[in-house]
């Protein structure tokens, strides 16, 4: 089977330091039940602790045992195929800019918002891919995630088995490799206090705090001088940069293409 390869190399962007951490990290973890991981997924990890090492060691330990708890997440993620039906009832998108303090932006909006119609569970895993194909381009310092909610209600959480939701929350506090800094949701209605509700009692305070909800009358204004500037958001939110429907193909193109990077990281998990 291929090795999980990037598209950067890690030895060509880090100093003496950090792979002096990267190979002592290496060594703290041989002892765990995990995948030899490479440079560049350790570098991450290293990113995301910044750079303490037992830090980097616990959430390391909490991504691959997450992942393990919720195959229907993280395996089989074929673009092409699979996810095929996914992919036509979002939209999902990275912006092409990175934000002054290096932060990259993601974009979710449900465009069939027929709760019968949508798997939730692949609505995770197309979110999940394009996380991880933002770091197949290289080490983030952080991730600024936009959730449209526009036509979003209380029944789409009927979806999605609660244990599966509470993992899914869980890895997003304990084992992704780059650190959520900011979640905004936008066209908030009320039902958002019932599911504030519901998942309350297994989200940290500290994750609650980054989180941003905004109700359809939102201040566009406001946003842009207390959050995030036009010029790194997609026109359907007033800002300069392309539509999220131009931005979600591409997004879609690039997750197949990516087929044999997420194909090669599932094997790698499944050799341990």
Known sequence: MAAVKFGYTADKIIDETTKENIEALRQLLVDENLPELTNEQILQFLWRSGHDLCEAK???????????????????????????????????????????????ILFVRVIDTN??????????????????????????KGVITIYDLTGISLMHLTRIKLSVLKTIIAYLQEGLPVEIKQVHCLNCSSFMDAVLKLIKPFVRNDFLE??????????????????????????DLGGDLPSTKTLHERNVQLLADLEEHFD??????NRT
């Open 115 to 140: 709760y019968k119609n949508i798997s939730m569970e692949d609505y995770f895993k197309a979110y999940f891919m394009t996380l991880d194909s933002l770091l197949y381009q290289g080490p983030l």
């Open 58 to 104: 616990r959430i390391i330990t909490g991504c691959y045992h997450l992942r393990a708890k919720v195959p229907q997440i993280f395996s089989n993620r074929k673009a092409r195929t699979d996810l095929n039906k996914i992919f036509g009832q979002l939209e999902i998108c990275t912006m092409p800019e990175r934000t002054e303090d290096g932060n990259a």
């Open 264 to 269: 090669a990281e599932e094997a790698q998990r």
């Open 210 to 235: 980054k989180s941003h909800f905004h109700t359809r009358n939102v201040d566009m204004d406001a946003f842009y001088a207390n959050h995030l500037e036009k010029k790194y958001l997609p026109e």
